[in-house]
């Protein structure tokens, strides 16, 4: 079945750890983003990669970095300089924009807990 | 800077009451925006609208768009609790790079 995956599903880390999300898709989507949502709030995007090799910062970057090698993989790294890391993190892709307009697909979230 | 705003951003009704969310936006190279339903995970697609005043539709949803005013609207007609979910709306922007932009999501609940 095509999707995202994403792990683990819950995560627990100590104050000052860093700690990496796995995010996995087989769309072949070129283009894949990493979200945090906060109760009550809806999504702001922290980093996104349009190709492989290549991403950008979202608005709320600081404190995460990412990677892209590889084109089905785009981990999330939470570093201890992130100063509220605990929140639901979640990953989506997409197509290139082009005609027809792209709608995106999330995977399932990790919720990420720091104490 | 691109924008996305939703109103109500929470409501409780019951059971059998139609619900209307909004969501209005000012962003720059406009090309579709979406509705999402989230329950407890992953945001489930419900609507993509690209063109004014044509009514999309689902079972007991539907949305339409106004791009002259710059809003959307998604009824919910006799609500169930299955309904209750956080609604997002977001934007496509035909920016390189940052394409979506999501409003703050309206939290619905729906009581038996």
């Known amino acids: 079945d095509g999707g995202i995956t994403q792990s683990p599903k819950y995560l627990f880390r100590k104050e000052g750890q860093n700690v990496t999300l796995s995010c996995e898709q087989n769309l072949n989507h070129d283009a894949m983003y990493w979200y945090r949502q906060d109760p009550g709030q809806g999504l702001r995007l922290i980093y996104y990669s349009q190709i492989v090799n290549d991403f950008q910062k979202g608005d709320i970057a600081e404190g995460y970095s990412v990677s892209r090698e590889k084109k089905e993989s785009f981990p999330l790294t939470v570093t201890s300089a992130q100063k509220n890391p605990t929140a639901f993190y979640l990953c989506?892709?997409?197509?290139?924009?082009?005609?027809?307009?792209?709608?995106?697909?999330f995977g399932p979230g990790t919720r990420l807990t720091v104490t | 800077e691109d924008k996305v705003v939703q109103s109500p951003l929470s409501l409780v009704v019951h059971e059998g009451d139609t619900v209307t969310l909004n969501c209005s936006y000012e962003?720059?190279?406009?090309?579709?925006l979406l509705w999402y339903k989230q329950e407890k995970k992953a945001p489930t697609f419900l609507f993509m609208l690209?063109?004014?005043?044509i009514e999309k539709k689902s079972g007991r949803l539907s949305s339409i768009l106004d791009k002259k005013e710059l809003f959307s609207i998604l009824n919910i007609t006799a609500t169930q609790t299955g309904d209750s979910a956080i609604y997002l709306c977001a934007v496509e922007a035909n920016n390189y790079g940052q394409n979506f932009v999501f409003g703050p999501g309206t939290r619905l609940s729906v009581l038996p």
């Open positions: 962003v720059t190279n406009f090309r579709s």
């Open positions: 989506a892709s997409s197509g290139i924009q082009g005609n027809p307009p792209i709608e995106q697909y």
């Open positions: 690209t063109s004014s005043g």
